[in-house]
């Protein structure tokens, strides 16, 4: 039969000159949008009737509706089809149709095509329709397996990904756990989900919608997708406009680049057509589906390559795809599937003799190729590029054109900014934008010299800057034949979102509002292996990391005496000050470790966030491997301290110290990643680490005494992590263990100077004649004397009273003399043993007192509670750091 095509026109209370083309063999009418014919009027329901290709003729069906349906006055009972005649009126609450039937122009198109009517001209979308039957069935399997009652061949479908089956008399639907998700209404389900008549379900790039009759009309987009944009707009700022009322219509396959002046907002709008950044205003459809609404179900779909590379340079070749492959494809692919898939994609990059090549010494042109294959794993039919043609010279970037034009003729919408338009001609329309985000033309490129009046297209640049305003440069698009082809004509069939032009879409869906269920514990060993593997690949940075612990450690021997803790010869102030710029040490070397880890890649965290990356596993992945290097550096650190200073060779103390060191650098890691996550760029970090990294030296207790703080000195020295291992080693060395253990320094000080020596003799350790022998602290014997262990010089004994003998008066008075002198010399010798004596015992408390006025509260610390506040602040920082990458998902 030659029929051309079926038509139904509405006669009533709409616009009469509305006109729907009838090409496909299953049509859906009624009020609900996600029909293909939507009536929004009151009486009519919202799936109301359909119309389907039976044999040679269309046949309606009345869908159970509330007012019914008519055919030449003749109501039609539910559910049960009634041929369609050329000119038959039919009637739908207040609407009156006319069924018409054209011969003789076209052939009628089979039921693997879907056509949607744009006024005078008709486009083919090729979208593959199946209708599958659910009646009589128990259960349907969906999934990329072939046991699979029904199969989707595509990476992004699991194995085995969702099912349909009979409960209670209802359909129900059910996720089995896939990587990607099942959506239903562009709601993903993460439990069982009751199906009714027209609910669209949508599983990879397969769109099933189910009908009343328990059939459901399968429809195969996989490089099928248009993208329609109704009037999007953006405001910014105070209310900045960079986007003004913005309408195109890209069809399926169609090569589009998007150009124009500085300032034209390119970025801004392929980032509101890709729906990362959406638009305030306005819509755009993706086969006549809400995008902004339906993000997270067209997720895979999109494929996106921003300006910057988006693969690790240290990997080779097939490395970076293969690890994009295991993050980006379900669970359950097979090693063979994912290998045959990279294979396929660096045959379409002709890139299969540089698989093993490392990225960093390929050239611009195939580095930019990567980028694109990593993107094309999963088949995306919507492809955006962000200036991938940037930097390269003109030979180069006419090879990636011409590889953009091969991928739009296999199956993909693409879309590219580019400000290099020697090779325009290759795509099949442009957009040139002007300032404000205005349109100043969409349409062929060939037609483009002639619409601006230039002979080169490089020269609209120039003509566009200055002939007309941006506002004159719009409305003559707006008036133009192009704008005509290419927008109304393609967006008549889009009637019911055109009066959206001033919606707001601020409240609808953004991206990163809700990343796809991929399992975070598949994800953390992928993003481990890769990350040990470039490591293991940039030598120069792994040495390095080997080295510096030891390099580090050499200095000890140079910098630090020996008997820094001997008691006779040590040096308490420098063992202090040793053990305070150990834990120093322990933090920079981790923060500076890890400073530059996350802002390195931060195009490749943010695309692959996009797909589905979760942050806790992408910042552990990070995390688990500093662990192991800080075991490494801590017991260099640990060795070397022994080796060079007479650190006390208990185990418990060495393991004591080595924990300590462990979780002082794992410290210093992690404030080094969240330093990393807070700079805007490379060249930021180290300037933002040293930011951080002064107040650990300032007001970590080792410089000055926590006591010479303010009080707002003393905050930040509570939140510092040089304080904590800080004192803890102190504890630890034993630095001052006796006077903690000493109760008479426990006493308030004007106590302690109440004690008597005959007190202090019998009560106190570190006070008194006893310190030199019971009490251990680094140095004190310095300021031992003989005189401590001399008995006090005996005083002589006086002659006694004058005799009463007048004979014996000469004898007495030499008695007298002798014993004068005898005081004499007492006097000298008591002098000089009591100063010795005072000095000697004096000085060794003056030492003690000092310390123990500025550090005398770290000589007895609860060691495993300040490495459990250790842990707490690694994990307070693990939360912020978390807050800022997730605040990074709303660009």
Known sequence: MTVTR???????????????????????????????????EPDISRYHAQLIWKSDRYCIIDLGSSYGTWVNDRKLQHNVPTPLANGDILRMGAIELRFSIEVGMLPLPSPDSTIVEQSSATFYASVPMKVLDLRGLSTLSLGRDAKNDTVIEHPS?????????????????????????????????????????GDTIRIGPCRLVLNIDETIVRHDEQGNLRLDAIHLGKIVGKRTTILDD?????????????????????????????????????????????????????????????????????LTV??????????????????????????????DLELTQRRNVPVKNLSGGQRKRVSIGVELLTKPSLFFLDEATSGLDPGTEAQIMRLLRKLADQGRTVLLITHATKNVMLCDLVVFLAKGGRVAYFGSPQEAPQYFGVQEFDEIYNKVENERSPQEWQQRYQQSYQYQKYVLERQQTLKEFLPNKQKNRLKQQLPGSKINHISGWRQFPILSHRNLTILMRDRASLILMLAIAPILGLLDFVTWRHTLFDFDKGDAGQAITMLFVTALIAVMVGSLAT??????????YRRERMIGLQIIPYILSKVWIGVLLALYQAAVFVLTKKLAVDIPESIEILTGIYITLVLATVAGMVMGLLVSAISPNQNMAPLLTIIFLVPQITFGGGMLPVESFGLPGQLINQ?????????????????????????????????????????KNKRCQCLGPKLFKSCKFPGIQAKYDPSVD??????????????????????????????????????????????????????????????????????????????????????????????VQKRKDIF
């Not at 239903?184 to 008549?197: A, F, H, Y």
């Not at 090569?255 to 755009?284: E, Q």
């Not at 304080?723 to 308030?748: H, M, N, Y």
């Open 719 to 759: 939140i510092t992590i040089t304080k904590w291992p800080f004192e803890a080693l102190v504890t630890i060395t034993e630095l001052g263990r006796s006077v903690a253990l000493d109760s008479c320094w426990q006493l308030p000080e004007t106590e302690r100077k109440k004690l008597t020596e005959l007190e």
């Open 595 to 604: 400073m530059r880890e996350i802002v390195k890649e931060m195009e490749i």
């Open 246 to 314: 913005i309408s195109l219509s890209i069809l399926p396959k169609e090569f589009v680049v998007i150009a124009g002046v500085s300032g034209g907002g390119k970025s801004t709008l392929l980032d509101a057509l890709n729906g990362f950044r959406p638009a305030t205003t306005g819509a755009v459809l993706v086969n006549g589906t809400d995008l902004y609404k339906n993000f997270n179900a067209y997720r895979t779909e999109l494929g996106y390559v921003p300006q910057d590379d988006i693969i690790h340079k240290e």
């Open 790 to 883: 001399r008995a006090e010089p005996a005083k002589p004994k006086a002659p006694g009273d004058p005799p009463d003998n007048p004979l014996k008066l000469s004898e007495y008075r030499e008695q007298v003399n002798k014993y004068n002198k005898a005081v004499e010399r007492w006097q000298k010798d008591y002098s000089r043993w009591k100063e010795e004596h005072e000095s000697a015992i004096g000085g060794a408390e003056g030492v003690i007192s000092r310390f123990h006025k500025d550090y005398g509260s770290m000589f007895k610390v609860n060691v495993t509670g300040y490495w459990g506040i250790l842990c707490l602040l690694m994990v307070a920082m693990f939360g912020l750091l978390l807050g």
């Open 157 to 197: 479908v699991s194995r085995f990904h969702a099912y349909i089956e009979r409960k209670n008399g209802s359909l129900v639907i059910t996720d089995i756990s896939s990587t990607n998700g099942t959506f239903v209404n562009g709601k993903q389900i993460s439990r069982d989900r009751i199906l009714r008549p």
């Open 6 to 40: 079926a038509r139904l026109k509405i006669l009533s209370n709409i616009d009469a000159k509305q006109e729907f083309a009838l090409d496909c063999d299953l049509i859906s009418i009624g009020r609900a949008q996600n029909n293909i014919f939507v009536l929004n």
């Open 318 to 347: 097939g490395q970076a795809l293969d690890y994009a492959a295991r993050l980006r494809m379900p669970a359950d692919t097979s090693v063979a599937e994912r290998q045959q898939r990279l294979q396929e994609v660096l045959t």
